[in-house]
């Protein structure tokens, strides 16, 4: 009642209060772009834009409700989330739907959902409270510690088996502990284990794993299987040329020749119909809005806020990277989202939250540190 009482001018100012006109203006403009290649990629069809538009709004709605929240109270969230979000992938585990050979899902009733998505917010939370509360003692074990809780949601999503999320969760995870100061050295170590452990790791691969990146390398060897998705993206992608075929003229999608051209392989469509340059303009509002992130990670007011805040802006850049790299050929083929482009509403929601958790960080960051 209170809220109607108010001229419309003050009701917009509240509403806008703590929101980043920044990172908004950044994350409109890139589902515009999306919203565009996805009635192409639907060959027109404007149910399917409908509901990407009630994503959408949702999607704001969750952005704005976290923006509203202060740090200090999303480190009161982080252990129940990531609690929260580990015993669901246990239930996953042992309970889980199977779908396509892959258990990832539960059954609550009324659908079904992924909860490996909630690791993507909730590890990085988690991570980042550990550090600040440890800030003035870190030691080599406080960032072995730190590996351990980033291992055990990891391992229970490759388990699933699901890569591309456990590629997500696990670099949200690794980009706080790399912001929270971990030594050169132990990172070199790391990574010669990780390389020297590649040859038994390819040994415990499901077979259509191995045959990803067996693929990756030589698409031709299964053009019309495990090549076809590579190999048809990548056309559609070199046929785009300088300026693209044009809005809606796209042949390789219209023609049914991309596989899930809404989603996963979106950025094959907008490619062969907006052409190097329009890639240009897409990389150009990535990089600002990482850039945006990576600012207000370094203003933030404590330790927790500008991990989180680090943390969250190079998940974009992972996505950006993973999804094109996958389309271009230069990747293994991995279940990842264009991040605003791609037709979907759980990975979204989890973009825009991280959004306002960046909003959230900035509106904040002249706070005193505790």
């Given at each position: 009642m209170e809220l109607a009482r108010l001229p419309l001018r003050r009701?917009?100012?509240?509403?806008?209060?703590?929101?980043?006109?920044?990172?908004?203006?950044?994350?409109?403009?890139?589902?515009?772009?999306?919203?565009?290649?996805?009635?192409?990629?639907?060959?027109?069809?404007?149910?399917?834009?409908?509901?990407?538009?009630?994503?959408?709004?949702?999607?704001?709605?969750?952005?704005?409700?976290?923006?509203?929240?202060?740090?200090?109270?999303?480190?009161?969230?982080?252990?129940?989330?990531?609690?929260?979000?580990?015993?669901?992938?246990?239930?996953?585990?042992?309970?889980?739907?199977?779908?396509?050979?892959?258990?990832?899902?539960?059954?609550?009733?009324?659908?079904?959902?992924?909860?490996?998505?909630?690791?993507?917010?909730?590890?990085?939370?988690?991570?980042?409270?550990?550090f600040h509360k440890n800030e003035s003692t870190l030691r080599l074990r406080n960032f072995a510690m730190a590996a351990l809780l980033l291992a055990v949601p990891v391992g229970l999503i490759v388990r699933q088996p699901d890569l591309g999320t456990a590629a997500l969760v696990g670099a949200a995870g690794f980009y706080v502990i790399f912001f929270a100061g971990i030594s050169w050295k132990v990172l070199g170590g790391l990574t010669l284990a990780f390389v020297a452990s590649l040859f038994p790791l390819w040994g415990i691969l499901h077979d259509y794993q191995r045959r990803r990146i067996l693929t990756l390398l030589d698409p031709t060897q299964d053009p019309l299987g495990a090549g076809y998705h590579i190999i048809q993206s990548t056309i559609a992608v070199g046929s785009g040329g300088l300026s693209g075929k044009g809005w809606l003229n796209g042949t390789q999608a219209h023609l049914e020749f991309i596989p899930e051209r809404d989603t996963d392989f979106i950025f094959a469509v907008y490619s062969e119909e907006f052409g190097l340059i329009g890639n240009l303009v897409l990389l150009v509002l990535y990089a600002l809005l990482i850039g945006r992130g990576l600012v207000i990670a370094a203003n933030a007011a404590t330790v927790f806020a500008r991990l989180l805040a680090g943390a969250v802006s190079l998940m974009f850049f992972t996505y950006a990277f993973v999804n094109m790299g996958m389309v271009s050929g230069i990747l293994p083929v991995v279940g990842v989202p264009l991040p605003f482009l791609s037709y979907g509403g759980t990975a979204l929601l989890t973009l825009f939250i991280g959004t306002g958790i960046l909003m959230s960080v900035n509106r904040h960051r002249k706070l005193v540190q505790t």
């Open positions: 009701i917009a100012w509240r509403l806008a209060e703590g929101i980043d006109q920044a990172l908004l203006v950044l994350i409109v403009a890139l589902s515009m772009l999306g919203l565009a290649a996805l009635f192409s990629a639907a060959y027109q069809n404007p149910a399917r834009l409908v509901s990407q538009l009630g994503n959408l709004g949702i999607a704001l709605v969750a952005m704005w409700l976290a923006a509203q929240l202060t740090p200090q109270t999303l480190m009161r969230f982080a252990v129940p989330a990531y609690a929260f979000g580990l015993a669901l992938l246990v239930a996953v585990a042992l309970f889980g739907d199977v779908v396509n050979g892959a258990r990832r899902w539960l059954n609550v009733g009324i659908g079904r959902f992924q909860p490996s998505e909630i690791m993507k917010l909730a590890l990085p939370l988690m991570l980042a409270w550990y």
